[in-house]
């Protein structure tokens, strides 16, 4: 399974970011899929997931402001950031596993190289 990240840049405050990853190897509607991030010198946390039935979970932090989704056609599960801020800063990773459901213990088998965004003030 290969994961591939893809839409990472510099915005400004308050400004949006899509950022997409793609499967080889790997279904994605079969299986959970996460988004994750890790600033520097801060440990990776969890962002957002979608489970194989297409329910999604965020974090506190980003509630309202991020959006996950998922196009089965395509083969890729997409992360709408919306009124970026400073704090969103951070190389963001895309992960799956063997899990249909998310949940809070769930610790990913496969993970992605990561896109950099970093948000202005």
């Known amino acids: 399974v290969q994961l591939q990240a893809s839409g990472g840049g510099l915005v400004q405050a308050g400004g949006s970011l899509r950022l997409s990853c793609a499967a080889s190897g790997r279904t994605f509607s079969r299986y959970a899929v996460g988004w994750f991030r890790q600033a520097p010198g801060k440990e990776r946390e969890f962002v957002a997931a979608?489970?194989?039935?297409?329910?999604?979970y965020y974090a506190d932090s980003v509630k309202g402001r991020f959006t996950i989704s998922r196009d089965n056609a395509k083969n890729t599960v997409s992360l709408q950031m919306n009124s970026l801020k400073p704090e969103d800063t951070a190389v963001y990773y895309c992960?799956?596993?063997?899990?249909?459901?998310?949940?809070?213990?769930?610790?990913?088998?496969?993970w992605g190289q990561g896109t950099q965004v970093t948000v202005s003030s």
């Open positions: 992960a799956t596993g063997s899990r249909y459901y998310y949940s809070p213990t769930w610790n990913p088998d496969y």
């Open positions: 979608i489970s194989g039935n297409s329910s999604t």
